[in-house]
């Protein structure tokens, strides 16, 4: 069996197993094709398993200096270029130790190669009154009652229960049915559920829009467009779009910016961390704690705590 058969295998089970996102696969399929394209004219054939196991340390070097010479030829930042080589390493790997898991290969070639180093990304939050009144600021920009009623729940959801975008839209008539007796409950990536309390003020949005909504049947989408389909990810970006344009803000203030806000006014509100990842549906505290590098204003109450700030 050649790569590309088990490059299919393993993005099947990336889709339907570990239940990754549409987009997560795209990428990591055109990851992973271009590199086994690289190897296949590096080698002269096709690799196989076996051929993949004998590649050398050398041969990945040489497939990571052919994609960085490719991709300077390319637009964009030095910082976005190095991103976008460390996730193709990245992809490589996990596509290794998939196969490693499945068909026992030993990739050490791999492992020891050093992806390029980048910048970490912080948290660009709204400001508090920002974050407070974007909801009903963006409803105000609807042409419909519907979808003033639906943006300012959605966006009062976003930014009052910390949401992803996606889980946001994924939610059903019967979750939020539910909400008010024990929390709201979420499907966060990889299909992992947690429980999100609502505040009093989220949950009567909530019900404003639920109460309005076209068809409140249990299994009906949550958020709904004119034409009754769930609201699709892009429209509520378009909508906030025209919101920051009006505004004057940034490109930062997207959807995924009132999540940020959300974990950072809890943070100088003196929120457990611990609490703001089970919140946020983080898997690893690390992902949690970039809060506190953006949150100068956190990170000097920490050092004026220290015993030496006092003398």
């Given at each position: 069996?050649l ?7 393993w ?8 239940r ?5 696969v ?11 394209a ?21 041969d ?9 010479a ?34 026992g ?9 050093k992806a ?9 939050p ?13 409803a ?9 009623a639906?943006?300012?729940a ?9 949401l992803?975008i ?18 709201l ?15 009093p ?18 299994d ?13 990810a ?28 959300f ?5 100088e ?8 990842q ?15 590098l953006?949150?100068?204003?956190h ?13």
């Open positions: 069996m790569m590309h058969d088990h490059l299919e295998n993005l099947d089970w990336l889709a339907h197993e570990k990754s996102r549409p987009n997560t795209l990428a990591y399929r055109n990851d992973v094709a271009c590199a086994l690289f190897l296949t004219e590096h080698l002269g054939q096709e690799p196989d398993l076996d051929a993949f196991a004998r590649l050398r340390t050398s990945f070097r040489a497939w990571l200096a052919f994609d960085t490719r991709s300077e030829n390319g637009r964009g930042t030095a910082d976005g270029r190095a991103r976008s080589r460390a996730r193709r390493v990245s992809a490589l790997r996990s596509f290794s130790h998939y196969l490693a898991t499945r068909h290969l030993s990739a050490g070639a791999l492992r020891q190669m390029p180093k980048v910048r970490k990304r912080l948290p660009r709204l400001s508090r009154d920002m974050a407070l009144s974007a909801p009903a600021e963006i105000s920009l609807a042409e419909h009652p519907l979808c003033a639906r943006d300012e959605l966006f009062t959801l976003l930014y009052g229960a910390g992803r996606g889980e946001a839209l994924a939610l059903d008539i019967r979750d939020c049915d539910r909400a008010g007796e024990a929390g409950r979420v499907t966060g990536k990889g299909g992992k559920e947690r429980i999100v309390p609502l505040l003020n989220v949950l009567k949005t909530l019900m404003l829009w639920r109460n309005q909504h076209p068809c409140p049947t249990p009906s989408p949550l958020f709904v467009g004119l034409r009754g389909k769930r609201l699709q892009a429209v509520a970006r378009r909508v906030m779009h025209v919101w920051r344009e009006q505004s004057g803000l940034d490109a930062s203030a997207t959807p995924h910016a009132l999540r940020h806000s974990a950072t006014h809890l943070l509100g003196g929120a457990d961390l611990r609490a703001i089970e919140l946020l549906g983080h898997a690893s505290l690390s992902t949690t704690q970039a809060y506190t953006a949150d100068e204003r990170l000097l109450a920490v050092w004026q705590a220290h015993p030496r700030a006092r003398k």
